[in-house]
């Protein structure tokens, strides 16, 4: 089982950068697979960005493909996701996920597939 805490989230103007965080507790992070969502006001959780256990494979939704970036440092049990140009349209509370997956290569883009989620942060950027 594990726990994921993100942080990191606030407030930023169009054309700002965020960093947002997720903290994992345990000592099984490294099986599982990462993943960020994220949720606007009367939408769906909807899927931004998803990491291996590994680190080496990396999925994007097309809407953040070249503005954001996911990563994870295995030793310190964190995820990233490094958000750059932000736009209004980003506006929404960020999810981080686990699931456990045997293959250090797998990567996960639907949110069925997740079993651990973290409280959420919110992110809001202004026009």
């Known amino acids: 089982q594990v726990h994921v805490v993100e942080s990191g989230g606030g407030l930023v103007q169009a054309g700002g950068s965020l960093r947002l965080s997720c903290a994992a507790s345990g000592r099984t992070f490294i099986s599982y697979a990462m993943g960020w969502f994220r949720q606007a006001p009367g939408m769906e959780r909807e899927f931004v960005a998803a990491?291996?256990?590994?680190?080496?494979?990396?999925d994007y939704t097309d809407t953040v493909k070249g503005r954001f970036t996911i990563s994870r440092d295995n030793a310190k049990n964190t995820v990233y996701l490094q958000m750059n140009v932000l736009k209004p349209e980003d506006t929404a509370v960020y999810y981080c996920?686990?699931?456990?997956?045997?293959?250090?290569?797998?990567?996960?883009?639907?949110?069925?597939?997740?079993?651990?989620w973290g409280q959420g942060t919110q992110v809001t950027v202004s026009s």
């Open positions: 996920g686990a699931t456990s997956v045997p293959s250090p290569f797998t990567i996960v883009t639907m949110k069925s597939s997740y079993d651990y």
């Open positions: 990491i291996s256990r590994s680190g080496g494979v990396t």
